[in-house]
């Protein structure tokens, strides 16, 4: 089974500041999806970016980029310009992509806190 | 965008009874729905996968007969907690996947606060 790695129960970052939150996963796939999901205090999920194993651009969304090592199968988010909305748990999650009707594996989470 | 609605977003019931839990795809039809539970501060642990008109594929160590999954239609999955005890409070999520977009097309309800007194 597929297995989620996040190894920073808590973060902190000054307003304005860049963070780094860290993932590692284990599988024998070749091809799947890697996300970081944004969990509020609402507990609301929230989709904050996700990459394709098969694509070796990193992707990027607006202050949020991923740093996505395929072979070392790690897949890390910064945070740039952080602001206070930015605190929240973050989970680093993983699905397959043989076929559409996949779970999602979850990481553990990392508690994001933003400075003021 | 999709949304999935979840309902309610809070339930309290006695220790004994039996809740039951919506989860509705508002714009778009959702072939496959998942169930998760989600203890304080811990991660998101998938309890049952939910195929429409078919029966739900439950997770190793989840009794099914506890947790019973329908999902009777395209837009609509149910979770009902039978004889709920205090050990079965926590947040429970759904997610569902829009059968017409690709496969990122993954949303999730807003969660259900159980607590079982």
């Known amino acids: 089974a597929q297995t989620v790695t996040q190894s920073q129960p808590e973060m902190s970052v000054q307003e304005a500041e860049t963070v780094t939150l860290s993932c590692t996963y284990d599988t024998s796939e070749s091809d799947y999806y890697l996300f970081w999901y944004k969990q509020p205090p609402s507990r609301q999920m929230i989709l904050v970016i996700r990459?394709?194993?098969?694509?070796?651009q990193n992707a990027t969304e607006n202050r949020f980029s991923v740093n996505f090592q395929k072979a070392a199968k790690s897949f890390s988010l910064k945070i740039s310009d952080s602001q206070l909305g930015d605190a929240a748990m973050y989970f680093c999650?993983?699905?397959?992509?043989?076929?559409?009707?996949?779970?999602?594996?979850f990481g553990t989470g990392t508690s994001l806190t933003v400075i003021p | 965008g999709a949304v999935v609605s979840q309902h309610p977003s809070r339930v309290i019931c006695k220790s004994g009874t039996s809740v039951k839990i919506e989860c509705r795809s508002l714009d778009f039809q959702a072939t496959t729905m998942f169930w998760y539970r989600q203890f304080p501060k811990q991660s998101l642990m998938l309890m049952a996968t939910s195929n429409e008109g078919s029966k739900a594929t439950y997770e190793q160590g989840v009794e099914k007969d506890k947790f019973l999954i329908n999902h009777a239609s395209l837009t609509l999955s149910t979770l009902t907690v039978t004889s709920a005890h205090p050990e079965d409070s926590s947040f429970y999520i759904c997610?569902?996947?829009?059968?017409?977009?690709?496969?990122?097309?993954?949303?999730f309800g807003s969660g259900t606060r159980l607590t079982v007194v």
């Open positions: 999650a993983y699905r397959s992509a043989w076929n559409t009707g996949n779970q999602f594996y």
């Open positions: 997610s569902a996947r829009d059968s017409d977009l690709d496969n990122y097309g993954y949303t």
């Open positions: 990459q394709e194993a098969y694509k070796q």
